[in-house]
């Protein structure tokens, strides 16, 4: 009983790493050329350990039962055929590194690309969100935001890498390889993706207890779907329409919340939480934590620090009208 047990315990767990393969975030679901590359890469070396594994055990086995018929007819293996095993076998270990050693060569050049990016963003990552800030070919800013990048199909896309507090990395394996963020210093990331598609990244260096929550969304879009999310990011933030909506702007204006965030057109304009001008149309808050919805939303206000304990975002005291009306402004701002 106890056996099985184990057995069937056993099975779960080796199991457990196939759940990370559901394509979203996957190096081996590669959708951009970066991520093809190595996915090439991955599986080369994994055939060639493969092969040398069963050679190496192959050989292990034949000298373990070669030896008792050996021994009985009191043989001894002759020195040459030793010499020459022993040297294929440093010729062959010679020749698969220096061939994996080109192969790995080759797959790194095409991670970097010289051609002038067709987008460029600035990334900037910190304790445990992500910052965006969309820029035109001259590199000035258009505008910020958090947690989420579009991209559009086929083109090339410029990510400059920054960190403002401790190391970060971004990662979006689908799409390309990891790249370090690391305070002081200017990192690049390149990203094509080849289909259209929703992926996700996720930071990969621990960088603090959040380090989990510290995840991202990428869309790829087709060019005319990116051009329209493009304008709308830039515009100002939408009047609210609604007495409800309208009271949440005014709490969100009165309190502290105004000096940590930015909405653009209005009076709030810090800069320690993330650009809030367009969130109703982002797909997660909290750095992919929480679905953007009224409710989430509303949860997240009421008590940041019980669903993400530890953030940079302190609890702001407010009523229950209060909380009802600045999620529904916020959930307006799309
Ligand atoms: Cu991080």
């Not at 069937?8 to 979203?24: Q, V």
Request: hydrophobic share 45%; glycine share 8%; charged share 15%.
């Amino acid at each position: 009983m106890r056996s099985k047990l184990n057995l069937r315990a056993g099975g779960l767990l080796l199991a457990l790493p196939l759940c990370g393969c559901n394509g979203t975030q996957s190096a081996l679901h590669a959708e951009g050329q970066a991520a093809t590359a190595l996915k090439g890469l991955i599986l080369l070396i994994v055939l060639v350990c493969a092969l040398v594994w069963i050679a190496v055990v192959g050989v292990l086995f034949w000298a373990l039962l070669r030896r008792r018929t050996e021994f009985a007819a009191g043989n001894k293996i002759h020195d040459h055929r030793l010499r020459l095993a022993v040297y294929s076998a440093l010729a062959a270990t010679a020749i698969i590194v220096a061939g994996l050693t080109v192969a790995s060569f080759y797959a790194t050049r095409a991670l970097y690309s010289s051609h002038p990016p067709d987008v460029i963003v600035q990334a900037k990552a910190q304790q445990w969100w992500w910052q965006f800030t969309y820029a035109d070919s001259e590199n000035r800013p258009l505008f910020q935001t958090a947690n989420e990048l579009h991209i559009p199909v086929g083109k090339d896309v410029l990510i400059t890498l920054e960190a403002l507090d401790v190391i970060h990395s971004l990662w979006i394996p689908a799409l390309a390889g990891k790249q370090d963020m690391i305070p002081g210093r200017r990192n690049e990331q390149r990203l094509h993706a080849e289909r259209q598609g929703i992926y996700r990244g996720q930071c990969a260096e621990f960088c603090g207890i959040q380090h989990s929550h510290m995840a991202l969304v990428v869309v790829a879009e087709d060019e005319d779907d990116y051009a329209a999310w493009l304008a709308e990011q830039q515009k100002p933030a939408a009047d609210p329409i609604t007495a409800e909506a309208e009271a949440g702007r005014a709490v969100f204006l009165g309190k502290p919340c105004a000096a940590c965030h930015t909405i653009r057109g209005t009076a709030a304009k810090g800069s320690t939480g993330p650009d809030l001008t367009h969130i109703g149309s982002r797909q997660t808050l909290g750095a992919g934590l929480l679905p953007v919805t009224r409710g989430s939303l509303a949860a997240w206000i009421a008590d940041p620090q019980t669903l993400k304990p530890g953030n940079n975002m302190p609890l702001v005291p407010l009523s229950s009208d209060e909380v009802r009306q600045v999620s529904a402004y916020l959930e307006g701002l799309r």
